[in-house]
C-alpha cells in the first residue's frame, strides 16, 4: 500500500451539496501535490437518495478505489446506517462496515449520532453541530445568521473537520472556494474561510490531545498536476482533434461532456447541438462528416441503440467518421442509469443489420479516452468509417492526477482527400475501388467533386446498383478496410501486454478495468511474489487476433476480468482466437471494480504459497 | 465551371444516370422544376447538396449534378441540419417524401421546424407509400381507399401545413408537381427565404393512388382545375412585422384555414411566412465569428488545447 494511501467518502443525500463538497476537497488535495482518484456513486435521481462520493489520496499515481473507508464525512444517519432495514427493500447497508478500526466519522450533531448508539467503539467520531458553527462564524462578520442565505456554507464543517484531522491546513481549501464562487459571491469568501476555520477548531477540541492515525501531507514539491474526469479529457481531445460538429440527446452519464463543449462554444470553433433524439444526433453527425468537418457525438447504452441505423448508413456510404463516444451504463434498457458496466461490447461490434466495417477502441483510463478520442478522428478520416470510442461510466465520471492529457504531438490524418482537375476527362468516382482500399473523398463545395453517395448499394460513382459483380467489388471494397486497420493502427495501440512477459498470471482485459488492474497487481507484487501481467486489448473491431492469441498461448495461466455477466471479451477472443478462457472475473453489480476485487480475483486465482509466506513476514 | 457564368439548367444534368420512377409520376414534374429552380438561383452544382430520404423520391439526387446525399427513411432533416451547419456556403436541398417527412420523420419534422436552419424542404405528397406497393400514407384521409389498399383508411390524415404552423416553420408553402411555373418560382422563394422553408408538394401516383390522379387536379369532373394560385387571388401570407403577436396570429389562422380547403379548390402557393431567426443566428449570437466563417473553415485539428488542460491544475 503507499505510504500516504487514504480513503476519504463524502457521502450524503442528492441535492444537499456531496458533490461540490467533494469536489472542492478532491481539488484542494489536488493542488497540495497529492495524487487523487475519485469515483461517484449516485441514483438517478435529483433530490433525496443517497449519494456519495470517494476521494482517495496518495503519493504515488491511483486509477481506482478501495473497499475500506478511513474517513467518513456524513451529512445524514442514512450514509452511515444505510436506509431502513424494516422498509420492503433496504436499499443499502450505509458506509459504518466499510469504516476501518481506527478510522473516523464526521456526522451533524442534528442526526443524534452518539459514541453509545453508533455501535463500534473502534472509529472516532466526531459529531458536531453543523449549523451552530456555520452560525457562530456568520457572526463573527457582524451578520446576522440566516438560514435560507447562510445554511448553504454547512457544507464547508466537514472539509474543516477533515482537515483537521489529517492535520491539513485549510488554507489550502479555500481558494478552491473562491475559484468556484461566482463573481457576485466573491464577498462570501472571508465567511467560507471562518466556516473552516470554526469547524477545523471543533473537531480539533473533540480530538484532543489523541491525534487522528493518519495525515493528509501537502507536498509543495510536486509539479502542478491536472485532476480532471473522463467526460472532461473527451471534450478536450474533440477539440484537440478539430471536431466542430458535436450532437447529442441528454442521457447520463454521457451528456457531462457535451455540456463542458457547450459551454466552450464562445471561445472555441465548435457547434454543439441538443437534438431532438440519439437518431437525430447520429444523422446530423453524419451529414457534417460528409460535409467535410470532423463530427462527433456522445451517448449511453440507450442511447446508441437508436443510433443504430445512422452506424450502417455512416459505413455503406463511407462518411469520414462520425466519433461516437459510447458511456456504458449498466442495461438493459434504461437499466442502471447512473451506473457503471462493460454491457455493451458485442451490441458495439455489431450494432446495426447488414455487413459493415466500423472501428470500435476501448481506452482504459482518462489519459488513453482523450488519446484515443484524438486517434478516432484520424482513423474516421483515414478510412472513411464510424468509429465508437468505448469507454463507460467509471472513466466519465472518475477523476484521475495527470500530468497532462497526453494529446500534443499526436498527429492529425485527414486522410485521402480528392483535389482533382476541373476540367478531368473522367467524372470523379467517391467510391473509386483504389489499390489502398480507401477511395479519396471530395469536399463538398470543391469544383468537379460533385458525388452522390447513397444508403443503397452503389457504384463506384454512387449510383444505386444491384448488379452482382459490383456488389461484389463493393461489399470486398469496404470489408477490406478492416484488414488495411489491422495493417496500419500501430500494434502499441491495438493492445498493451502490461507487465513481465513471463508472469504467474495473465489477466485479459478491456476498457477502463485496467484502472482498478493497475492498482491491484502493484499491491499483489508489493505483497507477494506472484508476478501478474495484463493484456488489455484497445481494438475490439478489427480485432488483432493473431497477436492476441500468440500472447495467450504464451501465457502462463489466464483470467478474464470484465464488468458484465456473460465475459463478451471472452466471447470475442474465443471467436478470433479460439482460444477459451476458463477463468472469469465478472462482475455485473453495476459497480466498478476496486483495487481489493481485483487482488482478491488473482489470489484466488494464484494461491501462491509465497503470497502466505510474505505475508507471515518469513 | 467558369465563375463568370451563371449557370443553366443543363449544367444540373445527369448523364451517367436516367430515373427509374414510373411514367406520368409527379417526380418528373418536380426533379425538373428543382433543376430550373437551381439555375435560376444562380449556384453553381459544385455549391449545393442535395439530400433526400428513402423511398421513390429519395431518388433524386441521383439525377440532378449536384454534390448528393441520399440518406435513410425519415433521417432527411437530421442529415440536412448537419450538412448545413458545418458549410453554411452550401444550398442544402432536402426531398422526401410523406411517408418519410409526416410519417417515420414526423419526429425530425417537428424539431426542425423548431430549429430553423437555412435550408429548403421538398416534400413529395402522393399520398401513398409507392415503393412498397401503394400503402395508405400519413396524408391519406380517414375513409379513402386507393386500388392497392385493401380496406379503407381507418385513421385520420395529418395536416402538413398546420402541423408545420406549429412547428414553427417560417416558410411554409403548397406546390403542385405537374404546375412548373408555379413550382419553380416556389422553390427559388423557398431558397431565397432564411430558415427552413417547407414545400409540400402535391403530386400524382399513377400506379397506386387512382384518387389523387392528374385528371383529380385537372378537375375533368368538375369542369376547371382544382388547384388555384394564392397569389392570384391577393392572398398575402407573409407577416411583415415579425414583432407583432396579433399579425402572426391572423396570419397563422389564415393559413391554417387555407389548409383544410380540398375537394373542389386546392390553394397552390406561398401559405405562411416570416423573418425570424435562423438557428445559425443563435449559433452566431454565442460565437460571432461563425457569421463569416463555416465550421468547415474556422475547425483547427491539433489546435493547442493545453490553456485547457491549465483549468484542471
Known sequence: ??????????????????????????????????????????HSNIHGRHIFFRIRTADEPVTSHVERVDVLLALDAETIYGTDPHQDYQSHKGHLHEVVPGGAIVIDAKAGITAENLGRDDVRLLSLPYDDIVRSAVEEHGVDYNARRHAVMANMVPIGACCALLDFEVDRVLPIVAERLPERHQN??????????????????????????????????????????????????KLHAGCAFQTYYPIAPASDESVYLEALQADWPIVVLQAEDEVASMN????????GVRAATSTAGPGFTLMAEGMGFASITEAPGPVVVLYQRGGPSTGLPTRNSQQDLRFALQPAHGEFPHIVVAPGDVEEAAQYTHLAFNWGDRYQVPVVVLADKFIANSHFTVDSLGLEGLPVDRGPIWTGDVNG?????????????????AVPGTPGGEFVTTSDEHTERGRIEEDIDNRIE??????????????????????????????????????????????????????????????????????????????????????????????????????????????????????PFSQDDVAEAIRRQVPAPEAAMAAQGT | MAVATLPTVKDFAVTDSHPDWCGGCGDFGILNAVKQALARRGRAPHDVMVVSGIGCSGKLPHYVRTYGLHT?????????????????????LAVGGDGDGYGIGAGYFVNSGRRNVDFTYLVHNNGVYGLTKGQASPTMQRGMQVKSMPEPAIIDAVNPIGLAISSGYTFIARGYAMAQRELVGLIVQAMEHRGTALIDILQPCPVYNDLLTIDFFRGRDIGHPRSYSLADEGYDGKVHDPSNLDEIVAKQQAALAKSYEWGDRIPIGVLYQIDLPTFEDGVTSRRPEFETASLIDSARPGVDVSSLEDRFR
Open chain 1, 474 to 591: 463493393q461489399m470486398d471494397k469496404r470489408m477490406g478496410k478492416l484488414d488495411i486497420m489491422l495493417r496500419e493502427i500501430p500494434e502499441s495501440d491495438q493492445f498493451t501486454l502490461h507487465g513481465a512477459e513471463d508472469a504467474d498470471l495473465t489477466i485479459v482485459s478491456w476498457g477502463s478495468t485496467r484502472c482498478p488492474i493497475r492498482d491491484a497487481i502493484r499491491q499483489v507484487e508489493r505483497e507477494s511474489d506472484i508476478r501478474v501481467n495484463n493484456l488489455q486489448i484497445r481494438l475490439l473491431r478489427p480485432f488483432p487476433a493473431d497477436a492476441v492469441r500468440e500472447i495467450l498461448e504464451r501465457a502462463n495461466r489466464l483470467l478474464l476480468l470484465e464488468d458484465n455477466y456473460e465475459g463478451q471479451l471472452g466471447m470475442l477472443v474465443a471467436e478470433q482466437t479460439g482460444i477459451q478462457i476458463e477463468e472469469k472475473a465478472l462482475k455485473y453489480t453495476g459497480r
Open chain 2, 72 to 92: 435513410l427513411h425519415g433521417r432527411v432533416l437530421n442529415v440536412a441540419t448537419g450538412v448545413k451547419l458545418a458549410n453554411r456556403d452550401l444550398e442544402v
Open chain 1, 1 to 42: 500500500m503507499p505510504a500516504s494511501d487514504l480513503s476519504l467518502m463524502f457521502g450524503g443525500p442528492a441535492g444537499s451539496g456531496v458533490n461540490p463538497m467533494s469536489e472542492i476537497f478532491m481539488k484542494a488535495c489536488s493542488r497540495a501535490g497529492v495524487f487523487v482518484f475519485t469515483n461517484v456513486e449516485y
Open chain 1, 284 to 291: 446530423m453527425a453524419v451529414g457534417a462528416a460528409h460535409a
Open chain 1, 425 to 441: 476527362a473522367e467524372p470523379y468516382r467517391r467510391h473509386r475501388l483504389t489499390s489502398s482500399g480507401v477511395s479519396p473523398r
Open chain 1, 188 to 237: 462570501l469568501v472571508p465567511m467560507n474561510r471562518s466556516v473552516l476555520q470554526h469547524a477545523w477548531q471543533a473537531a480539533h477540541d473533540v480530538l484532543g490531545d489523541e491525534k487522528f492515525s493518519q495525515t493528509l501531507h501537502a507536498r509543495d514539491d510536486q509539479p502542478a498536476r491536472m485532476l480532471v474526469a473522463g467526460h472532461e479529457a473527451v471534450g478536450i481531445a
